[in-house]
């Protein structure tokens, strides 16, 4: 009796044992890697679509991203806060060494897409897409334009009748790629921006209100009579917002769109150097708009867990192909395929240290 008691307990002991095993066995299997961004309010609609996407297709990712603008994202990729880090205009040579001296490794900058900043307006009574040249740009954000009849407005806009009142101008609080990308162009085209303001992704600006994100932006625009500021096409096109079109080096009044942005991004594939960092403002050629640019997703080169490491190469490596076919209805532009390709190389620089 004493055997079968004994039997009967080893049995339920190994009936246990295999099971808590099991469990184990499954729950390692089905363990979730956890990766987390923060960053660019330019990008955020794009890469909340590649998330949600992404997690469809691979269910042991988990993937966070909150849009706190450019500059919330560089400080807190370099603090180790995020994982990944979205901008639109890239760190300069300081920041670098910042970011190397916190973070004792490199940071690297991958281009995820083109994309565009444009002038929105609220003009009640004016339906047109306004004509701005590069001096009437900087004018009013300088100013020194207060009037939407000023001449520097109504000379490119002959068929429009343009109201006398005063122009409230609207432009980003945050520290923010959207503004990087605004004031480097604008810095390019007027040597008395270049001087007095210069470009960053925070200035002090010379006049105006401030909003919060490209969402706030366009929103104050929005509700803002006479008002004009600048934000993100898919921002634009998404709030319904009136945008001009804006005087190119070539000499013609272009629209940003699908095909003027890619003009830009085209024009400067062969200066695109072997980190990325490449401004395209002001780019040549007839159908280039001139307010183009790239985001990028910001990674350190070296990443301490391996999981989160091959998670967030694979989740690149699927933006790099798969997600590039969710830009174009979202008004961002697809790269060209030799960038892509040249970036994928770049993403063996990412190495793990246990």
Not at 72 to 89: R, S
Not at 164 to 171: E, Q, R, S
Not at 220 to 228: A, C, D, K, L, R
Request: with cysteine.
């Amino acid at each position: 009796m004493k055997s079968k008691v004994a039997l009967g307990s080893a049995l339920v002991l190994l009936l246990t044992v295999f099971s808590i095993s099991s469990t184990s066995s499954v729950a390692a299997q089905t363990s979730t890697v956890a990766l987390a961004g923060d960053g660019s309010t330019f990008a955020y609609p794009m890469y909340s679509k590649w998330i949600e996407e992404y997690e469809k297709a691979n269910p042991g990712v988990q993937i966070t991203s909150v849009s706190n603008g450019s500059g919330a994202g560089i400080h807190d990729i370099m603090m180790g806060n995020v994982d990944f880090a979205g901008t639109d205009g890239p760190l300069n040579k300081t920041q670098m060494l910042d970011f190397s001296t916190h973070r004792l490794c490199d940071v690297l900058h991958f281009p995820t897409a083109i994309g565009a900043d444009v002038p929105i307006y609220n003009l009640p009574g004016v339906t047109a897409a306004l004509n701005f040249t590069p001096q009437a740009l900087a004018g009013i954000f300088l100013g020194t334009i207060t009037k939407w009849n000023d001449p520097q407005i109504a000379k490119p806009n002959p068929t429009v009748s343009l109201p006398d009142k005063a122009i409230v101008v609207v432009h980003r609080q945050d520290g923010s790629g959207t503004t990087y990308v605004w004031t480097d162009y604008l810095s390019k085209v007027s040597s008395d921006w270049n001087q007095r303001v210069g470009h960053g992704i925070s200035v002090i600006w010379p006049t105006g209100i401030a909003a919060e994100g490209n969402a706030g932006v366009s929103k104050t625009v929005g509700s803002t009579p006479y008002s004009v500021g600048y934000s993100e096409l898919t921002y634009a096109l998404h709030n319904q917002l009136t945008y001009g079109n804006v005087l190119n080096r070539n000499g013609h009044f272009v629209k940003a769109d699908l095909a003027s942005v890619n003009a830009a991004a085209v024009s400067a594939s062969d200066r695109i150097p072997d980190d990325f960092r490449v401004s395209i403002t002001d780019a040549p050629g007839d159908g280039a708009y001139p307010i183009s640019t790239f985001t990028w997703i910001l990674v350190p080169s070296v990443i301490s867990d391996p999981a989160k490491s091959t998670a967030l190469v694979k989740f690149l490596q699927w933006g790099l192909a798969d997600g590039q076919n969710y830009l174009e209805p979202l008004a961002y532009a697809r790269l060209p395929n030799e960038l892509v390709l040249r970036e994928r190389q770049g993403l063996t620089r990412i190495k793990t240290v246990d």
